[in-house]
């Protein structure tokens, strides 16, 4: 039996945030996660899942990775008073993390037979 897409409205989502992820667009990754948001095929806990906590796991992983650095467990340490250049080092891929996951979420739920 082939298998089509399914759920063309979390396709796009997933597109937009992969767009957005490669571009380094945040208009279009507000529009990725806003159509994820609005998608009445995911439940409550899904839109969640796809918009909240994924994005929130991201930035737990970049907190943690400047963590690191900062204690000279990891990467390369973080000069006195430079905080915020690794910030700015670090947000983008925090930012693309997080928008992959969805996407790869996205994508995952959209074949889902209901």
Not at 34 to 52: D, F, P
Not at 64 to 75: D, K, P, Q
Request: glycine share 12%; net charge positive.
């Amino acid at each position: 039996m082939r298998k089509s897409w399914q759920n063309p409205l979390l396709l796009l989502a997933a597109a937009a945030l992969v767009a957005g992820a490669v571009l380094g667009n945040l208009v279009v990754l507000a529009v990725g996660w806003l159509l994820a948001y609005g998608s009445r095929r995911l439940t409550e806990g899904e839109k969640k899942g796809a918009v909240i906590v994924l994005p929130g796991l991201a930035v737990t992983a970049g907190i943690v990775w400047l963590w690191g650095r900062t204690e000279r467990r990891w990467g390369e340490p973080i000069a006195e008073g430079h905080m915020s250049d690794a910030i700015g080092e670090t947000w983008p891929w925090v930012v693309r993390g997080a928008a992959v996951a969805s996407a790869l979420y996205l994508v995952w739920r959209s074949q889902r037979q209901k």
